[in-house]
């Protein structure tokens, strides 16, 4: 009997150690919640340019010499390129005096006329008082008063008067058809000068030339390409230099697709740039692209973003951009 109840306590003792040992591997399961915040959208952007400014000139010039290198940057008086400007300053001098003897053309065609209508009236009234003459002697003829030889002069006088008369007009025709023929033709010419000089004068007028040089123009900019060689002709309109315009600065970036419908336009963002990743700039999104692109194999959505503040980042540097979850 006192072996069985032996046997009845330990194998008790045995089954309590077994539960308090399963009791310690399987502890209680007890539910943590864990708070996310702060949660952003970092993507990988660059630093780019809102405006870009391009100087191109009205006239071919020939460029003396280049100012400036390519990354430099710039204020609104430093020089760019000198030019040489003594040929179009020569062409400038001939066409004023060309367009100075036109003019002079033009009042003399008219000058013309008027003393060929002057002369006109003068042999008109000759020609009218030969013919009261005329009357009256043929009155005196009538009477008996004077003989018909002198009757004879007198309509010899109106005669000639009236040829007179006759070529006087004709000159005056003449004069003002020439001289409407003339004028049209010196006026054409004369507008074509004006237009040539009109085109010198806003070359020389340009708002990026003194002093036979191209300056900037503005503050703050970038020199980002030039055009021109020194010795070599610059062609009209062909740009000669491209500016950054650094107080324009903003980031180009781009999304994934799944987060198109969290990005929106004036939405508050942070920068770091790789070069100062411990200066952070804060942004807005001023763009979200209505068209998807493929970029590497992706679909993304182009965005940009401007600075809140003037800064001192320099295009084309890589940046990365937090973008809150709304």
């Given at each position: 009997m006192k072996k069985n109840l032996l046997l009845l306590l330990l194998l008790l003792v045995s089954a309590l150690m077994m539960a308090c040992s399963a009791q310690a591997e399987n502890p209680p399961v007890t539910e943590d919640v864990i708070e996310v915040k702060d949660q952003n959208i970092e993507v990988y952007g660059r630093v780019a340019v809102g405006e870009i400014k391009q100087i191109a000139l009205t006239q071919s010039v020939l460029i003396e010499r280049v100012d400036?290198?390519?990354?430099?940057?710039l204020t609104s008086n430093d020089t760019i390129v000198t030019l040489n400007m003594d040929e179009l300053e020569r062409q400038k001098a001939l066409l004023e005096l060309k367009a100075e003897s036109l003019r002079s053309q033009l009042e003399n065609d008219n000058v013309a006329y008027l003393q060929a209508n002057q002369n006109y009236k003068i042999i008109k009234e000759k020609y009218n008082t030969s013919i009261e003459n005329y009357d009256k002697q043929t009155k005196l003829y009538e009477a008996n008063i004077i003989a018909l030889e002198t009757l004879k002069r007198y309509e010899n006088e109106m005669n000639t008067v009236k040829n007179e008369l006759d070529n006087a007009n004709l000159s005056v025709t003449s004069s003002l058809s020439d001289s409407a023929t003339s004028s049209e033709s010196l006026e054409l010419e004369l507008k074509e000068l004006e237009n040539q000089l009109e085109d010198l004068n806003a070359f020389f007028t340009h708002e990026n030339i003194q002093d036979q040089k191209i300056v900037s123009g503005m503050d703050e900019v970038?020199?980002?390409?030039?055009?021109?060689?020194?010795?070599?002709?610059?062609?009209?309109?062909?740009?000669?230099?491209?500016?950054?315009?650094?107080?324009?600065?903003?980031?180009?970036?781009?999304?994934?697709?799944?987060?198109?419908?969290?990005?929106?336009?004036?939405?508050?963002?942070?920068?770091?740039?790789?070069?100062?990743?411990?200066?952070?700039?804060?942004?807005?999104?001023?763009?979200?692209s209505s068209k998807a692109v493929i970029d590497g194999g992706e679909t993304v959505i182009p965005i940009e973003i401007v600075f809140n503040e003037t800064n001192e980042l320099l295009p084309n540097l890589n940046v990365d951009v937090m973008i809150p979850m709304e």
């Open positions: 400036v290198k390519v990354g430099e940057k970038i020199v980002s390409s030039i055009n021109v060689q020194a010795g070599a002709y610059n062609t009209a309109y062909t740009p000669i230099i491209e500016l950054y315009d650094t107080s324009t600065l903003l980031v180009k970036a781009s999304i994934n697709e799944e987060f198109m419908k969290t990005v929106k336009i004036g939405q508050d963002v942070t920068i770091v740039a790789s070069a100062d990743p411990e200066t952070v700039y804060e942004g807005k999104i001023s763009f979200v």
